[in-house]
């Protein structure tokens, strides 16, 4: 049994705990926005907030999430921030297959939490670990800089 | 291909198919397919697109599958353009598999070839113009007024005295209505939603983590599934000792099925951990044998046999003969991966009498077939549900995965979703096609190209998919952007079809990639050899070719070309025809070391009547960093038949920090809309080839780029 703390809940889980805290998150807690990409950290569509810190949940084990606070797309309508990026990224339209914004939007989260202007540089410091296969790159920018108030 | 579904008539409904083929009424399509929550209140539908509940609740059909190219949004706003209805408010949902939904342009329930708009643009509104006429005569009828004196706005019929009523209170009475052929479609001046940069109807569900994908489909009791696979595609199990596998826990079954050895468990993690310990023996079959090496030289061997001839005219080899220069050159191009970010994955549920099969796919129709062939049921037997895909690119044109569900399912007595890793994926695609190219062109004395020879030599993905398409030694989904309309008098293009051993498939832009580099890259060595400015040479060859002419001038002067690049960086231009789109792109690039970096691209197209300027322009910018995966990083390469790349560390694609601006400028046009998902994918690779020839003086003939 490992105790974890998903979206301000408690939750108790049966798993082994090496397993990737993605499949306890999507498949024993039934939270389906945090996406599996390549099971290596090499996407970002995995992405989730341990302590408000981006994490690739694909390669974390789930015990290692024990004891700290985990935030996945479901919660981040919860914060001021997190409805600014989503507005953002809902008014210019980022989204198109779509598979790969909610560790998009996990990582711009956590980019503004630590800088609330980023520069071009920035951007492409936070983000280039989320691939987007559709290339909504352009728009990803452009999001990032609006939800910035830029 | 065979037809899919005349199951338990539990409901006519009229449904109206193609406007090019005629329309098809009267066509019998299955309740249960149509209806698949079964709390919704009554519902009528006037044709196949069209949901009206009771409640007024409106439901717009999409006949294509939603993988980012935004049919999702661009398809229902087509029919509610013409229905009367606040785009807004509808409900979209992907059409099942049936008759009515299948493609006129590609002759199968299929989203692909850049087709959904073009093909979709006159039925679609006609289809929500009928249906608005139907319900309009229903209210009429009820009042026992004119239908002409009436009007619909928003859901709502009005009558001439005021009389209202809303579309769920005369749907059931419509849908029993007469189809009316004489409907008339409105001005473009008239319209609400086409032409307009509406918002997509499923970027909310896209922000939130909502939007279902095949991963996260859920039936109650469900299974998960991993399914090793030969290493060597093609290659089947022998024997397995599955002893270590279903000790471990959370196991239930371990399986043999066609492809390869699966195991079924409660969770998709316990099943790949356990498949991860299963020891297999293989028959690799003759794909062991294949090594990159070999392969090319294959396919240069292969090119010296005479090729069909897909364009003549002139005498080439009399232009060539008497030319005062000629060039000649070689271009080869690598298999790629799709790599969408979805993996692989499908869920199904067989049954004694059913077959359920759900996820994203975007061939529908192939799904029901192999799922039927895969369980043995009939076809009227099969259900498809289309999830959101998270990418497809083509890849989920081939349903091989459907098949690979429904045998686990059948196995195991249980729903089960079939989930690949990442590594399988990439390593069991139906790769894009590899290609060599030579070509021969001649320059009169004053340095105009007068002759130029295009002889193609690939794998055919249509002679394994579609057959009968192939005729001639010609497949036209090989020809593509092989010859553009350039005024040059001797012209000779073929093709030669040789089968390397590696199955093929469907790639963003099919052989417009391919050819499109080889020729325009061509065509700057042309200029090159001239000693012309490229944009000049080729804008002397398009007097007969407006719209060419056009994109092509729009690009150089958005671009500045002509006018000096910021310092350390170099334009490259090049053209293209494809899916009835005109477009030029000119790329921006500089050079450091071997890297090669773009900066910009500005790109002018002709599309003809834009139905969502804002998703036309997302499909631009998707195409063209796609594309551009393919320039500087894709490759797949062979050993001991042994795909070598399996995951995004050896198999790169663009990332953020590569992604460069994009300008575009767009032709307005109330012509028929032509595709623009794929040719800005083809186009960017000879733009930014012959960018890296300008600041380099080198002609890199191969892909991905790679510098001396």
Not at chain 1, 89 to 117: N, R
Not at chain 2, 223 to 247: E, H, W
Not at chain 2, 468 to 493: C, N, R, S, W
Not at chain 2, 630 to 650: P, Y
Request: aromatic letters at 6%; glycine letters at 10%; proline letters at 6%.
């Amino acid at each position: 049994m490992i105790s974890l703390n998903v979206n301000g809940k408690d939750h108790s889980v049966d798993v082994d705990p090496a397993t990737p805290l993605l499949w306890v998150i999507h498949d024993d807690l039934g939270l389906s926005g945090t996406k599996f990409g390549c099971g290596m950290a090499l996407c970002g569509a995995c992405t989730v907030h341990l302590d408000g810190k981006p994490v690739r949940s694909c390669s974390t084990p789930a015990s290692a999430a024990a004891g700290k606070k985990i935030t996945t797309i479901e919660a981040v309508s919860a914060t001021p921030l997190g409805q600014k990026v989503q507005a953002a990224w809902t008014s210019l339209d980022v989204p198109q297959c779509g598979y790969c914004q909610s560790g998009q939007i996990m990582s711009a989260i956590a980019l503004l939490t630590e800088k609330p202007s980023p520069t071009d540089a920035d951007i492409d410091g936070a983000m280039a670990g989320n691939i987007c296969r559709c290339g909504t790159y352009p728009r990803i920018r452009a999001a990032i800089h609006q939800a910035a108030g830029k | 291909m065979q037809p899919v579904s005349t199951p338990s008539r539990r409901e006519f409904l009229k449904a109206s198919a193609t406007l090019g083929g005629g329309l098809v009424l009267g066509v019998v399509l299955p309740d249960g397919l149509l209806t698949p929550a079964a709390a919704e209140p009554t519902t009528s539908m006037p044709n196949a697109w069209v949901k009206i509940g009771a409640d007024n609740r409106i439901t717009i059909l999409s006949a294509r599958s939603e993988m980012g190219q935004g049919v999702y949004t661009a398809m229902p706003t087509l029919v509610a353009e013409e229905l009367e209805v606040d785009l807004a408010k509808i409900k979209v949902e992907i059409a099942p598999a049936a008759p009515p939904y299948i493609n006129a342009m590609l002759g199968g329930q299929i989203t692909g070839g850049s087709t959904s708009v073009a093909e979709g643009y006159d039925k679609l509104r006609l289809a929500g113009a009928q249906a608005r006429t139907m319900l309009v005569s229903a209210a009429a009828q009820k009042w026992g007024v004119d239908a002409s004196a009436c009007r619909a706005r928003d859901g709502v019929v009005m009558g001439p005295a005021g009389q209202k009523a809303t579309y769920g209170e005369v749907a059931e009475a419509a849908s029993k209505l007469p189809v009316p052929t004489d409907v008339k479609l409105k001005a473009h001046k008239d319209s609400r939603y086409v032409g307009k940069p509406v918002n997509r109807l499923d970027t909310p569900s896209k922000v939130n983590g909502t939007a279902e994908f095949g991963l996260d489909v859920k039936l109650p009791g469900m299974l998960y599934a991993s399914l090793a696979q030969c290493p060597v595609i093609g290659g089947k199990p022998v024997s397995f000792d599955a002893t270590k596998a279903k000790a471990m826990p959370g196991v239930k079954h371990v399986v043999q099925i066609t492809d390869g050895v699966a195991v079924v468990a409660d969770s998709w993690w316990r099943a790949k951990t356990a498949r991860d310990v299963l020891a297999i023996t293989w028959d690799e079959g003759p794909g062991k044998a294949l090594n990159s090496a070999g392969i090319s030289a294959a396919l240069r061997a292969a090119a010296s046999k005479p090729g069909a001839e897909f364009k003549k005219q002139g005498d080439v080899n009399a232009g060539l003969g008497g030319a005062a220069k000629k060039v000649e050159a070689e271009y080869e191009l690598p298999f790629l991966a799709h790599a969408a970010m979805e993996p692989i994955n499908f869920t199904a549920d067989v049954r004694k009498d059913s077959c359920l099969v759900y996820g994203p796919t975007q061939f529908q129709q192939m799904a029901a077939g192999v799922a039927a062939q895969a369980s043995g049921l009939k076809p009227e037997q099969v259900t498809v549900h289309t999830t959101f895909l998270g990418g497809g690119f083509g890849r989920r044109i081939d349903v091989d995965f459907v098949g690979q569900a429904v045998e686990i399912s059948k196995a195991v007595g249980a729903p089960v979703k079939l989930l690949w890793t990442r590594e399988d994926d990439m390593t069991h695609d139906f790769y894009r096609p590899t290609s060599f190219h030579q070509l021969s062109g001649g320059l009169d004395a004053q340095g105009r190209p007068v002759a130029i020879k295009f002889h193609l030599t690939s794998p055919s993905v249509t002679s394994r998919l579609f057959p009968a398409v192939v005729t001639k030694g010609i497949d036209p989904f090989m020809t593509e952007a092989a010859a553009l309309p350039y005024d040059i008098p001797h012209q000779l293009a073929e093709v030669v079809i040789h089968d390397t051993g590696l199955r093929v498939g469907y790639w963003r832009s099919v052989s417009h990639a391919l050819n499109a580099f080889a020729y325009e890259s061509f065509m700057d060595e042309l200029a090159a050899a001239a000693g012309k400015d490229p944009y000049a040479f080729r804008l002397a060859l398009l007097d007969k070719q407006p719209r060419l002419k056009r994109v092509l001038q729009m690009a150089a002067e958005k671009s500045g070309w002509g006018t000096p690049p910021p310092a350390g960086r170099f334009r490259g231009i090049g053209l293209m025809e494809g899916y009835g789109t005109s477009m030029a792109q000119v790329a921006e690039v500089s050079v450091r070391g071997k890297a090669v970096r773009v900066h910009r691209v500005v790109v002018a197209a002709d599309l003809g009547k834009m139905v969502n300027p804002n998703i036309v322009r997302q499909q631009l910018e998707s195409s063209i960093i796609f594309g551009l995966g393919a320039v500087l990083h894709g490759e797949i390469t062979l050993k001991d038949g042994r795909v070598q790349q399996s995951n995004f560390h050896d198999y790169e694609v663009v990332r953020m920090p590569e992604s460069p601006i994009i300008e575009m400028h767009l032709v307005d046009s109330d012509e028929k809309p032509s595709g623009i998902g794929e040719p800005g994918t083809a186009l960017v690779g000879p733009a930014v080839a012959n960018a890296v020839f300008a600041a380099t003086g080198q002609r890199l003939r191969k892909l991905p780029l790679r510098l001396a």
